[in-house]
């Protein structure tokens, strides 16, 4: 069993950056795919990043690439997430997840049913 604690959020103006932490405990996180959502007031929760087990592979949503970048560091049993110029509409509350899949190939990292643990969530508010 994974636990999960997100971290770093807050209030930014637009244009700013600000670098998310999700801490993981258990000894098997290296065993987990892990990603990243989002859900802003009024709306369906939506996948922002997702990243393999060694951090080899990555994929993000159309609408945060060239701006967030997501990493984990498996000695430290954290996932990150780096987001810069960021925009009023990234304004929600941001999840780390993590999923135990045998293979990269064949699971959707944006579905977030196939996410067994979640964090309860750190909030980012971009003002204008």
């Known amino acids: 069993q994974v636990q999960l604690v997100e971290s770093g959020g807050g209030l930014v103006q637009a244009g700013g950056s600000l670098r998310l932490s999700c801490a993981a405990s258990?000894?098997?996180?290296?065993?987990?795919?892990m990603g990243w959502f989002r859900q802003a007031p009024g709306k369906e929760r939506e996948f922002v990043a997702a990243?393999?087990?060694?951090?080899?592979?990555?994929y993000g949503e159309d609408s945060v690439k060239g701006r967030f970048t997501i990493s984990r560091d498996n000695a430290k049993n954290n996932v990150y997430l780096q987001m810069n110029s960021l925009k009023p509409e990234d304004t929600a509350v941001y999840y780390c997840?993590?999923?135990?899949?045998?293979?990269?190939?064949?699971?959707?990292?944006?579905?977030?049913?196939?996410?067994?643990?979640w964090g309860p969530g750190t909030q980012v508010t971009v003002s204008s």
């Open positions: 997840a993590a999923a135990l899949v045998s293979t990269w190939n064949g699971w959707t990292p944006s579905k977030d049913r196939t996410y067994q643990y």
């Open positions: 258990g000894r098997t996180f290296s065993s987990y795919a």
């Open positions: 990243i393999s087990w060694s951090g080899g592979i990555t």
